[in-house]
């Protein structure tokens, strides 16, 4: 046929453009045995997904918000998943069984079907219609008031550690980083920030929530189980980002009492010379202990390391930006020390409350948590360091 | 036409014309260079992405890993996601747009060519200002979403953020001058004959994007401009120490964000769309019900943005409205990956690499949309949100959607484009590792989301249990980079020694495979007359069945008898955009540098002058 400048068109050969075979055919025979292991190999890796058990798993929650939003995820991932068996096999059977026959024609040109069109219009409207019902239905509940006897937990997150009060309580308790919080009891949070967008989130609890300046969001749950629970915020805040943790920690509703007792009374050590034999200043000796941190070297309970510590912390730097109750030292900036010897971590969750730690973190706080606010303090020595420690450490 | 008695003064003479040259380039008009330099500058920023991203994916393969530190780490991040967003699979679509839309309308360009090319070089130029923040450690850090208050003055004092603006400032006027550009072209340009229900899927997906950026990046123009304002002239739109609401940022932005990620989808539909008939040899099933079902994808997307804030705490009726909106546009996009299904079946399928990768795309596109409903529950959504989970819905939807359908593209009209084939063993090795390297790669991360991992950590601790899958998936991002290395040695190869690839290699539906490879710069001698969709193959049957009955000869494709449009005048090359391009970066970029009158960049005034000029020798410039 004439060719015509610019209008010229060439049929493409049924075997590619080059008119041969595109790979030899022992090739493309090994390639194919190759291929068809590839979904047994990834079917093994999504099922090996099963035992897989990381520290915060979303899919074992230990709160009854938890187990309701598992519920609803349960429903959603069973339909999700026959949804992509089914979908998916569609597919793979459509290009395995139509694939190309040497010599084979024209297939018939269709444009359309409108009746299957409506049909696989309308089944995924009632599958969706079946996540939406039980989805809005939770949503209402999730929505509904705490009741009266919930505990009341105002959490102000800053860059980048977490700061707890409990303004129910007289005298208020005010901690950092670490939230005790009683069994079957449901507590409702209060998030604010301090200064920058922030997420507060205990991923065995279930939800999470973001925290804004200006503004105040809720969050409730109800642990069903005691423990030490991993949380961490999850909206970018800023350098110390990564380093921002928390620990969340469900007692018994007699472990909680005695902890905020002991919460609610200064630290022996604080303001004067430690007497184990000091009577408490009010109210019965708790019975039992909230968690213990790790057992440290006997020598920083030496009486006058503890002492000496005291001097640096309270007539030092650290009193401009902590609080520790019974002291001069009344500064809002950093977090509230009083009772930090009791607490099973430090750094917003991220060193073990050891004294090693500590003298780690006071001496250059931007190695260990890069964006902290805190100042280094090279001028300390090794002494003075280990004084610090040992104050700190005696603070329970 | 009037004739010049009198040479006009020199500068506002047009450019010699030239084929080759850098002036040559620096001042075209053609669409299909401009499409050209599109593509290739996307593809740099995806490598430079890419690499972004095997960084994040180094500091995050093991716990307590000290390699990146953190304020580095969220700069890459942020570019990392920045890059390919705004530089990589937008600017690559755009090159998509440019090149082969006005072939498949049957258009000699597009309707306003000069401004085609102040597009193109504003996305350079935008795109090197952002890029050169690394070169002084300012690059942006905020994440690419940029939530205020971090973004203030007051959390972000450098430059960081400063370049993060300007940057997308530039970069949003280079896209609505290119949106209103390729929606007239479609509107106004088409082929004598092609009515609108018988363009093209891969043009109707065009001029559906293009209106989605017509109305959305507008008011991310604002919300830039918003804080902008609030970091260098003291203004407090969002500044809630001063009573304004956190949230305004997050709803102008999702307001813009959400339309923002159908604008990235949206040409990867139309360009399987466009694949799957032709390897197919059937046409596309259901095409009524995919244009519909994209007008509705673009319209509802306008109606879901706060499902990006679930977690915000706007309460129970909020929630309950977007998570009905959120599960109600999963239905047209559920009819489109039926219809796709539909295509194939019953289809006589020739597996070349463009339909592998197409395939590839519908086979991840079902795991990133079944995960994205999963997201529009919100009591769901409050345990997967800024988790790990996101990050594998986002990547099978931008990786294994829109990504692997460009590399369809590519791979499809790397012919048209260069007149040569890709080695199609390689380019076939080149689909099965990026499968198999994507899947490597993002599978894990739904594990890590509800193994209560958050995104944009720069670090993580030993003893939760990560470390695992996260070194599963750095290793899987090499897998993907080898994958796109033997893409780029298949390039390389099949310039200099693929074979010579004729008009039509795949015996092509559409009007682009009517005239030779690549197109000369008229692209058609004669405009055709357009009869029917899928007027190149109704047409080469008709002509078989000629053939076969014995018939005489007959055109290919008709052509339209009228005089005036088989007049063949293209618009000459131009300095005027090139020169308004830098115009408008020195207005934005005039916001990191230090030199003021009063509170305003000198910089900042002198490219209002420099665009001042530009625009009027532009409308002053002769025609010929």
Avoid at chain 2, 118 to 133: C, D, E, R, Y
Avoid at chain 2, 425 to 431: C, G, N
Avoid at chain 2, 488 to 515: K, S
Avoid at chain 2, 532 to 546: G, T
Wanted: neutral net charge.
């Amino acid at each position: 046929m004439p060719a015509k400048e610019g209008t010229e068109t060439t049929r493409s050969h049924p075997r590619g453009a080059r008119g041969h075979e595109w790979a030899p055919v022992a090739w493309r025979s090994w390639a194919r045995r190759v291929m068809s292991l590839l979904p047994l190999l990834a079917l093994a890796v999504i099922l090996s997904a099963c035992t897989f058990k990381g520290e915060a798993m979303t899919i074992d929650p230990k709160s009854l918000e938890g187990k309701d939003i598992h519920s609803l995820y349960a429903l959603v991932f069973w339909l999700a998943t026959a949804v992509f068996i089914i979908v998916e096999f569609m597919l793979f059977y459509s290009v395995v069984r139509f694939r190309r026959r040497p010599g084979a024609g024209l297939p018939a040109q269709i444009h359309g079907n409108n009746r299957v069109e409506a049909v696989w219009t309308i089944v995924p409207i009632v599958l969706l219609l079946i996540v939406a019902v039980p989805t809005i239905r939770l949503i209402i509940r999730e929505a509904s008031p705490a009741p009266a006897n919930a505990t009341h937990i105002k959490i102000i997150g800053h860059q980048f550690w977490w700061e707890v009060q409990y303004p129910d309580t007289k005298p208020e308790i005010v901690t950092a980083n670490e939230i005790h919080i009683p069994v079957n009891q449901t507590v409702e949070f209060e998030l604010t920030s301090a200064d920058v967008q922030h997420a507060f989130w205990v991923p065995a609890m279930g939800s999470k929530m973001d925290v804004y300046p200006n503004r105040l969001n809720r969050l409730k749950f109800t642990p069903t189980e005691p423990g030490d629970y991993f949380g961490q915020c999850s909206e970018l805040c800023g350098e110390g980002h990564g380093f921002m943790k928390m620990r969340v920690i469900v007692q018994s509703s007699g472990d909680f009492q005695a902890w905020m007792m002991q919460q609610q009374q200064v630290p022996l050590t604080a303001a004067g010379p430690a007497t184990p034999t000091a009577a408490r200043p009010s109210g019965p000796t708790p019975t039992l202990v909230p968690p213990t941190p790790k057992p440290h070297d006997p020598k920083y309970d030496d009486p006058a390391l503890i002492a000496k510590g005291r001097t640096l912390v309270v007539n030092g730097a650290c009193a401009g930006c902590h609080t520790i109750d019974g002291t001069n030292a009344k500064g809002k900036v950093g977090p509230n020390l009083t009772h930090v010897g009791d607490r099973t971590t430090i750094v917003a969750g991220w060193l073990d409350n050891t004294p090693d730690d500590i003298m780690k973190w006071v001496h250059n706080p931007q190695d260990v948590k890069p964006g902290a606010l805190m100042p280094a303090f090279p001028n300390f020595s090794q002494d003075d360091l280990t004084a610090i420690a040992a104050y700190l450490t005696s603070l329970r | 036409m009037a004739t010049i008695t009198q040479a006009p003064p020199r500068v506002i003479r047009r450019p010699v014309e030239a084929p080759s040259g850098i002036w040559s380039w620096l001042t075209t008009v053609d669409h299909k260079r401009i499409g050209i330099l599109y593509g290739a500058f996307a593809f740099f920023y995806f490598c430079l992405g890419g690499f972004d991203a095997l960084v994040v994916r180094l500091q995050m393969g093991k716990a307590d890993n000290l390699l990146v530190d953190p304020n580095r780490y969220n700069g890459f991040v942020t570019m990392h996601a920045t890059t390919m967003i705004f530089m990589a699979l937008m600017p690559m679509s755009v090159a998509f747009f440019n090149y082969i839309v006005p072939l498949q309308i049957g258009a000699r360009d597009v309707a306003f060519p000069r401004l085609n090319a102040f597009s193109l070089w504003t996305f350079i130029l935008g795109s090197a200002i952002m890029t050169s923040s690394w070169l002084i450690g300012a690059e942006p850090d905020a994440g690419w979403y940029g939530y205020s208050p971090l973004t203030s003055k007051e959390y972000s004092p450098g430059l960081n953020t400063d370049f993060w603006i300007i940057g997308l400032q530039i970069l949003g006027v280079a896209t609505l001058a290119g949106a209103i550009n390729f929606f007239v072209t479609i509107i106004n340009m088409r082929a004598p004959g092609m009515s609108l229900m018988r363009l093209p899927m891969f043009c109707w997906t065009t001029i559906i994007t293009n209106v989605l950026m017509l109305l959305a990046f507008p008011v991310f123009t604002i919300a830039l401009t918003e804080l902008l304002f609030d970091r260098h002239f003291g203004t407090t739109f969002l500044d809630a120490t001063k009573g304004a609401d956190p949230l305004l940022w997050q709803h102008l932005f999702w307001i813009f964000g959400h339309p923002e990620v159908y604008i990235l989808i949206l040409p990867a539909f139309g360009v399987i769309s466009e694949i799957l008939p032709v390897f197919a040899r059937k046409p596309l099933f259901g095409y009524a019900a995919m244009v519909l079902a994209t007008v509705a994808i673009a319209f509802l997307a306008f109606g879901v943005w706060a499902h990006h804030m679930f977690t915000t705490g706007l309460g129970p009726v909020a929630n309950t409205f977007f998570s009905l909106s959120t599960m109600l546009i999963a239905v047209p996009t559920g009819v489109k990956i039926f219809n796709w299904i539909g295509t194939l079946y019953g289809g006589s399928l020739d597996l070349k690499s463009p339909a592998l990768f197409a395939i590839g795309f519908v086979a991840m596109f079902i795991i990133g949309g079944l995960s994205g409903v999963m997201h529009g529950s919100p009591p769901v959504d409050s345990l997967q949100a800024d988790s790990y989970f996101i990050v594998a819905h986002i990547h099978y939807v931008l990786f294994g959607g829109t990504m692997l359908a460009l590399f369809a593209a590519l791979h499809y009209w790397f012919p048209k484009f260069t007149g040569r084939m890709l080695n199609e063993r390689l380019a076939q090795a080149t689909f099965w590792l990026m499968m198999i390297g994507f899947n490597v790669t993002f599978f894990p991360m739904h594990f890590l989301g509800i193994a209560g991992m958050p995104r944009r950590m720069s670090i993580y601790p030993t003893g939760t249990g990560w470390d695992f899958w996260n070194l599963v998936a750095t290793t899987g991002a090499f897998l993907l980079a080898a994958s796109v290395w033997l893409f780029v040695m298949n390039v390389f190869y099949a310039l200099r020694r693929g074979p010579i690839a004729g008009n039509d290699p795949w015996d092509g539906a559409t009007l682009e495979w009517a005239i030779p490879s690549p197109p000369p710069v008229y692209n058609f001698a004669k405009v055709p007359y357009v009869t029917s969709r899928d007027a190149l193959w109704v047409e080469k049957r008709a002509d078989e069945a000629a053939a076969k009955l014995g018939l005489p000869a007959r055109e290919p494709l008709p052509i339209s008898p009228d005089p005036y449009i088989q007049r063949i005048h293209m618009p000459r090359n131009s300095y005027w955009p090139l020169a308004a391009s830098i115009g408008v970066s020195m207005i934005f970029g005039g916001f990191v540098t230090p030199f003021k009158f009063g509170p305003i960049p000198v910089l900042s005034l002198l490219g209002i002058a420099v665009l001042a000029i530009s625009i009027y020798f532009w409308s002053y410039e002769p025609v010929d």
